[in-house]
Structures are given as structure tokens and as C-alpha cells.
């Protein structure tokens, strides 16, 4: 079964810095695009960062500058650093990637969300 497995969210102070990590596990033929998604309470889930199998990223406006997104393919696993946090960044955090299981269809998968808080 294929998981996706979120950490690194929690508590940081405005200006600060914290690194999420999301990795799949399972028995998967390939994995596409990877991303992070954030949904802050009583707003939509919106795209926060996206990278491609080949390494082309893309940034909601809100996080250029201070987000960086990668990935390390041989452990399946897709990061996303934070830098210069503000209280707005606060939100659960979602893994999101787009891949073939072995012997299933291709299709999106997300984690079970990773809480990041951020004090002013």
C-alpha cells in the first residue's frame, strides 16, 4: 500500500525557519510531480510549491523567496525548507505526489497533513 508520510512541521517564531519532509513508501513504479499544499482554517487548500521528475520547481507568490522545494529521488522523498516564516505561513501542510503503484493506475496521493504554527 502506498503511503505518503509527512514531518517536520511544529512551532516556529516569526523570521524562523523549518524543514518538512514527506516521504513515500510502497511498492511504486514511478513517481511524477511532487508538491506541498497548505490549508490555514477557514481557507481552501492551495498549492504552496510543486517539483517536476525533472527538477523544475514553481512557488505560489506569497512563498518566493523563501521556500525551496526538492527531492530526492533514489528515497522517494520531497522537502520543503521555510525560511523567513511569518504568522500567515501557518497553516497543515500537505504532501502531494503524483505516481504509479505496481500493478495500479496512476493517480495523486497526500499525506495526513503536518501542522506548522508560527507566533509572532
Known amino acids: 500500500q502506498v503511503q505518503l508520510v509527512e514531518s517536520g512541521g511544529g512551532l516556529a517564531h516569526a523570521g524562523g525557519s523549518l524543514r518538512l519532509s514527506c516521504a513515500a513508501s510502497g511498492r511504486i513504479v514511478v513517481i511524477n510531480d511532487m508538491g506541498w499544499y497548505r490549508q490555514a482554517p477557514g481557507k481552501q487548500r492551495e498549492l504552496v510549491a510543486a517539483i517536476t521528475s525533472g527538477g523544475s520547481t514553481d512557488y505560489a507568490d506569497s512563498v518566493k523567496g523563501r521556500f525551496t522545494i526538492s527531492r530526492d529521488t533514489a528515497k522517494k522523498t520531497v522537502y520543503l525548507q521555510m525560511n523567513s516564516l511569518t504568522p500567515e505561513d501557518t497553516a497543515v501542510y500537505y504532501c502531494?505526489?503524483?505516481?504509479?503503484?505496481?500493478?495500479?493506475?496512476?493517480?495523486?496521493?497526500w499525506g495526513q497533513g503536518t501542522q506548522v504554527t508560527v507566533s509572532s
Open positions: 502531494n505526489a503524483d505516481l504509479a503503484p505496481l500493478g495500479g493506475q496512476r493517480k495523486n496521493y
